[in-house]
């Protein structure tokens, strides 16, 4: 019989299939989004309460949440919803112009097209078009297109969208979203639209087929938990993604010319998807705000739950480089794998010295300690 420490680290290191993925995410994501979306809705009623009036809030936000189990799920999966609501948390926090509040109500109807679309329903909307003139339907990825900043009527018949759209974008396993056609909070990230989205297809699409070929487990799992890739500027020479404990269903990702670089990223970025998991079932930290630390390449204090998930990030792509020590990637490699070992092992001899920590934060660290 399994110990909860050994269901902690199970739960970190190994690899969910698709419905095991699906399953965390309806048990854990889901209720809080769905609270945290209810919480926006009543907040923008509160704030503008006319606007609210002549946008439907209401009525649309009862579309929503009083969809099917299955269309909660796949609205919980998709990044979108978690977008619009961090937006409406962030946009009234900071006392947003009305202005930033017409624009998240305008997108509020992109919802209900998808409720309508899954659920075999009939729909004609009007629905705000981003600066580029483009807007992404959730769970769909499909994206109507009109002039920028304007309104489109989006119309469904019995579930099929007759208003003219854009075939959503595949790249392997996930959908590439172009960075301009979806709304709502983002990480601080250049995202990229257009001819620039589209030129990241090839680099991206080489680093996920190392995956395909290496790691198809990772990269299941990685689909099923994120399965929209936003392309971005390459902020640094390691080519980090961007994740965000609030934002899930997204990575957004460089794509350098180096497909190895690719695949790490897109690893190491989906670990911390699988990890806000863990910490939801598990509670690693004892507190929402433990004593911060401090590692050599960061000039702030880092909290220990951030710490823990950058160890296991890097745990999980030690891992996978280490198994491709004789392959044709083994050249580049040994580099790669050498930076990541040093820093791995700081940040774990740092938190070994952590308060704070909870029982099962403690059996993840002694865990990745022992896979370094």
Not at 2 to 7: C, H, I, K, L
Request: one cysteine or more; a neutral charge; hydrophobic letters at 50%.
């Amino acid at each position: 019989m399994s110990s909860p420490a050994d269901t902690v680290t199970d739960d970190a290191l190994d690899f969910w299939d698709a419905p095991t993925a699906r399953e965390q995410l309806a048990k854990y994501w889901l209720p809080a989004l769905f609270e945290r979306f209810a919480g926006a809705v009543r907040t923008l009623h509160e704030v503008a309460p006319e606007a609210s009036r002549r946008a439907g809030l209401v009525a649309i936000a009862k579309r929503v949440v009083r969809a099917a189990p299955q269309t909660r799920e796949a609205l919980a999966s998709d990044p979108a919803l978690a977008r619009w609501t961090a937006g409406v948390e962030e946009s009234v926090a900071a006392g947003a112009p009305d202005a930033g509040i017409h624009a998240l109500l305008g997108l509020l109807p992109r919802f209900a097209v998808g409720v309508a679309m899954r659920e075999g329903g009939d729909l004609d909307v009007p629905l705000a078009l981003g600066p580029t003139g483009l807007a992404r339907i959730p769970m769909d990825g499909r994206m109507l297109q009109g002039p920028p900043a304007r309104a489109v009527r989006a119309q469904v018949r019995q579930g099929e969208l007759i208003t003219h759209t854009r075939a959503a974008l595949q790249v392997g396993p996930f959908e590439l979203a172009d960075g301009a056609a979806e709304g709502g909070r983002a990480p601080a990230v250049r995202a990229l639209t257009g001819a620039d989205s589209l030129a990241a297809v090839k680099p991206l699409a080489a680093g996920i087929k190392i995956l395909t070929d290496t790691a198809p487990r990772a990269l299941a799992e990685a689909a099923a938990l994120s399965p929209v890739l936003v392309a971005i500027a390459q902020a640094t020479p390691a080519g980090q993604a961007a994740t965000s404990p609030s934002l899930r269903g997204c990575i957004w990702l460089p794509a350098p010319e180096e497909p190895l670089l690719v695949a790490e990223s897109l690893l190491q970025a989906a670990a911390h998807g699988k990890f806000q998991l863990v910490d939801d079932a598990h509670a690693l930290v004892e507190s929402a705000d433990p004593p911060r630390l401090r590692v050599p390449w960061r000039p702030d204090p880092r909290p220990a739950l951030a710490l823990l998930r950058e160890l296991h990030a890097e745990v999980r792509a030690i891992c996978w480089l280490r198994a491709l020590a004789d392959t044709p990637w083994s050249n580049e490699v040994q580099p790669r794998l050498s930076a990541l070992l040093g820093t791995a092992r700081t940040t774990a001899e740092v938190l070994a010295t952590a308060s704070g920590v909870a029982p099962a934060g403690v059996a993840l660290l002694e865990r990745l300690r022992a896979e370094l």
